[in-house]
Structure formats: C-alpha cells, structure tokens
C-alpha cells in the first residue's frame, strides 16, 4: 500500500521561500517517478515537477522553471520542492505524487501517468 505524506506548507510573504516534502512508503519493486502537482478550486491539477528516483531525468513546469527545485534523499523516498521567489498565483494547494510501473503516460507532468496522490498541502503567498 502505497502512502504519500505531504508536509511543509504555510503562508508567506511575495518574494520568500517555502519548502515542502514528501515522505513516501510502500514503494515495492525499485524505482518510482515522484512528483509535485498543484491544483486551485475549479481548475485542473496542473504538474509542477518531477523526478525518478533512479536519478535524472528532472522535469519543470515553464511557470516554475528556474523558481522551484526538486531534490531526493539519499533514502529515494523523499522528495522535497524547493519554492523560492513565491509569487501570489502560486497560492494553491499542492499534491505529492507516485508513479511506480506500467499504466497510462501522460508525461512526466501528465495527471494521469500518477496512481498514487497524497492529501495535499495548501501554499498561500500573499
């Protein structure tokens, strides 16, 4: 059974940072792509980044390219999304995802390549 927990959310300032992490258990059969979505009310759940976890391959949304950086840790279960120069239209909530083997692709920032989705984080930049 496959678990995301999301932490790190909060409010801040325009112009400041926020770091958020996913913790994720029960990734049987190696490697998995992991990634952040973020989703406002009434419009679709918009990819952020993403990675997998056998290295490489790192992916950004063009809206946070150069923004935002996602890294692992050592553990390959960890990935945390580092936000800095917040702007207000990145106040959303944001949603940690997994993707292990086979099932339909969507890109690496494709809502449906992702199986596996945790509760979410709310960001507020104002």
């Known amino acids: 059974h496959v678990q995301l927990v999301e932490s790190g959310g909060g409010l801040v300032q325009p112009g400041g940072s926020l770091k958020l992490s996913c913790a994720a258990s029960?990734?049987?059969?190696?490697?998995?792509?992991l990634g952040w979505f973020r989703q406002a009310p009434g419009k679709e759940r918009e990819g952020v980044a993403s990675?997998?976890?056998?290295?490489?391959?790192?992916v950004y949304a063009d809206s946070v390219l150069g923004r935002f950086t996602l890294s692992q840790d050592s553990d390959n279960n960890t990935v945390s999304l580092q936000m800095n120069s917040l702007k207000p239209e990145d106040t959303v909530m944001y949603y940690c995802?997994?993707?292990?083997?086979?099932?339909?692709?969507?890109?690496?920032?494709?809502?449906?390549?992702?199986?596996?989705w945790g509760q979410g984080t709310q960001v507020t930049v104002s």
């Open positions: 995802a997994a993707r292990t083997h086979g099932g339909a692709w969507g890109g690496p920032l494709g809502e449906k390549s992702y199986v596996h």
């Open positions: 990675l997998w976890t056998g290295g490489g391959d790192t």
């Open positions: 029960g990734l049987t059969g190696g490697y998995a792509r």
